[in-house]
């Protein structure tokens, strides 16, 4: 149990596009979802905390107009890159848990190439 | 300040025993975990401890104490397949995650 699924796994982009990163809790309702980004040979970096119907709370330095979020239900998470560019270039990678568990579940990334 | 501190990079052998070491400075504590991720894919839970003492998982095992904010985890007979990076990460009081660089560990034949 406690599968996390992110779609799609890959992805490339011209620049000033925007992308959608879904992620999807799919055996479990997650009350809470975070969205990480990690650089090559970097450890993760927390952008963004999502609760269920609230507003996703960014963490310093991440432009929360520029990273949009999105925790419509207790299954989907959605993160939005607008007006991409190269340098949003990076692995993107969710995570779900609940209010009983200490564990967060992670969805197998995004590789988001902005050309 | 949070900070979480593990060494970059280790080597050992194949069929050798390695300790992969964390220290921790956090504003409360929940738990500290241990992750693997290779390159490329996201991490995968490893281990979890809350109590200090040693938590043996088959070939891994992960230490605490909390009174020393320090952890390791324990590799034995390693394998090839155990190249990877080694995260450990503690739970704050605020049930937030903070993470550390990463261990990568570099197994040789």
């Known amino acids: 149990g406690a599968v996390v699924s992110q779609h799609p796994s890959r992805v490339i982009c011209k620049s000033g596009t925007s992308v959608k990163i879904e992620c999807r809790s799919l055996?479990?309702?997650?009350?809470?979802m975070f969205w990480y980004r990690q650089f090559p040979k970097k450890s993760l970096m927390l952008m963004a905390t999502?609760?269920?119907?609230?507003?996703?709370?960014?963490e310093q330095g991440v432009e929360k107009d520029k990273f949009l979020i999105n925790h419509a239900s207790l299954t989907l998470s959605t993160l939005t890159v607008t007006s991409a560019h190269p340098e949003d270039s990076s692995f993107y990678i969710c995570?779900?848990?609940?209010?009983?568990?200490?564990?967060?579940?992670f969805g197998p990334g995004t590789r988001l190439t902005v050309l | 300040g949070q900070n979480i501190d593990q060494p970059t990079e280790m080597t050992a052998t194949e069929g050798a025993i390695v300790q992969i070491n964390c220290t921790y400075q956090t504003s409360g504590f929940n738990g500290l975990f241990w992750y693997q991720q290779h390159a490329g894919e996201a991490p995968t839970f490893l281990s979890y401890n809350v109590l200090d003492g040693l938590e043996e998982k088959g070939r891994f095992s992960s230490f605490l104490s909390r009174s020393k904010g320090y952890s390791y985890l324990l590799l034995k007979e390693l394998q090839m397949k155990d190249s990877a990076s080694y995260l450990c990460?503690?739970?704050?009081?605020?049930?937030?995650?903070?993470w550390g660089a990463g261990t990568k560990l570099i197994i040789k034949p």
């Open positions: 999502s609760n269920e119907g609230s507003k996703a709370t960014y």
């Open positions: 990460a503690v739970l704050d009081s605020n049930y937030q995650l903070i």
């Open positions: 995570s779900a848990s609940t209010r009983e568990w200490n564990e967060q579940f």
């Open positions: 055996d479990f309702q997650a009350t809470t």
